[in-house]
């Protein structure tokens, strides 16, 4: 057998999420639910790969949130320095629609998170960061076991408010592991407005940075929203934008987001 691709493990787990909710409809107590599991890790197990603990335990993630109505377990951050603007509103406004789930809120004004020295002592140390005693010791935390990590935040020059920012590059840590066994697949979702009109790019560098710092902690892009032009009106005025954002919540609410790699 050969080990499986990370692709593959995204799209057995879509497989195996869809199948219990099929299950689920048609056998409301879930009778059948752990042999449609036991039999769905035989065949993967027979035909495609070598199970690895993190992936097996995914798919009890997945199954024990199916068969039993867990909550997802969500970290939502609010990435604005402001915390009486457009940004705190908006973020107010997409945890109330996922507040059926299990949250976990970062206002980054209301957290103390020293900066990146860039030490590398997180090299040599895996898993630890030289810097205690702040808040980054839970968030990272958080980051590692949630089921989604979602950002809201606006732009500044095409890129991140500085508290915000601190809190990524704190991420070090997790970007110098050599075993990211232990972290749980997840999937991530982003809400950034701007407030100059729209320009070209405007949003890139955000994309970007997260093309390359959410894999760290084993995340995959559920969706990305960017909603230009917010000092001229606002984003609740905004009716495209927030259909966009209504369409976000949806995705995130269905779990419908494993496997595509959007």
């Given at each position: 057998?050969?080990?499986?691709?990370?692709?593959?493990?995204?799209?057995?787990?879509?497989?195996?999420?869809?199948?219990?909710?099929?299950?689920?409809?048609?056998?409301?107590?879930?009778?059948?639910?752990?042999?449609?599991?036991?039999?769905?890790?035989?065949?993967?197990?027979?035909?495609?790969?070598?199970?690895?603990?993190?992936?097996?335990?995914?798919?009890?993630?997945?199954?024990?949130?199916?068969?039993?109505?867990?909550?997802?377990?969500?970290?939502?951050?609010?990435?604005?320095?402001?915390?009486?603007?457009?940004?705190?509103?908006?973020?107010?406004?997409?945890?109330?629609?996922?507040?059926?789930?299990?949250?976990?809120?970062?206002?980054?004004?209301?957290?103390?998170?020293?900066a990146c020295i860039g030490?590398?002592?997180?090299?040599?140390?895996?898993?630890?960061?030289?810097?205690?005693?702040?808040?980054?010791?839970?968030?990272?935390?958080?980051?590692?076991?949630?089921?989604?990590?979602?950002?809201?935040?606006?732009?500044?020059?095409?890129?991140?408010?500085?508290?915000?920012?601190?809190?990524?590059?704190?991420?070090?840590?997790?970007?110098?592991?050599?075993?990211?066994?232990?972290?749980?697949?997840?999937?991530?979702?982003?809400?950034?407005?701007?407030?100059?009109?729209?320009?070209?790019?405007?949003?890139?560098?955000?994309?970007?940075?997260?093309?390359?710092?959410?894999?760290?902690?084993?995340?995959?892009?559920?969706?990305?929203?960017?909603?230009?032009?917010?000092?001229?009106?606002?984003?609740?005025?905004?009716?495209?934008?927030?259909?966009?954002?209504?369409?976000?919540?949806?995705?995130?609410?269905?779990g419908d987001y494993y496997?595509?790699?959007?």
């Amino acid at each position: 057998n050969r080990p499986a691709s990370t692709a593959e493990h995204a799209q057995n787990s879509a497989r195996l999420k869809q199948s219990l909710r099929k299950t689920n409809k048609n056998d409301p107590g879930n009778t059948h639910c752990g042999f449609r599991v036991f039999y769905f890790l035989r065949f993967y197990n027979r035909t495609s790969a070598v199970f690895s603990d993190s992936l097996t335990q995914e798919w009890i993630r997945i199954y024990l949130r199916e068969s039993q109505e867990e909550k997802m377990k969500i970290l939502a951050i609010m990435g604005s320095n402001n915390e009486t603007g457009n940004t705190i509103r908006l973020y107010d406004y997409i945890v109330d629609r996922l507040s059926g789930e299990e949250i976990t809120k970062v206002d980054v004004n209301k957290v103390r998170i020293e900066a990146c020295i860039g030490c590398d002592y997180c090299l040599d140390h895996q898993g630890e960061c030289i810097i205690k005693n702040d808040d980054m010791e839970w968030i990272y935390n958080e980051l590692e076991h949630t089921d989604l990590v979602l950002i809201v935040s606006p732009v500044y020059f095409t890129s991140f408010p500085s508290r915000l920012k601190a809190l990524i590059d704190r991420c070090q840590m997790l970007y110098n592991l050599k075993d990211r066994s232990g972290i749980n697949h997840k999937g991530f979702a982003a809400v950034h407005i701007g407030g100059s009109r729209p320009y070209p790019q405007q949003f890139e560098g955000i994309k970007g940075v997260y093309k390359y710092w959410i894999p760290d902690f084993n995340a995959e892009m559920v969706g990305f929203v960017g909603i230009p032009g917010t000092d001229a009106v606002k984003p609740e005025e905004n009716s495209e934008g927030m259909a966009e954002v209504d369409g976000l919540i949806e995705k995130i609410k269905t779990g419908d987001y494993y496997g595509k790699g959007n």
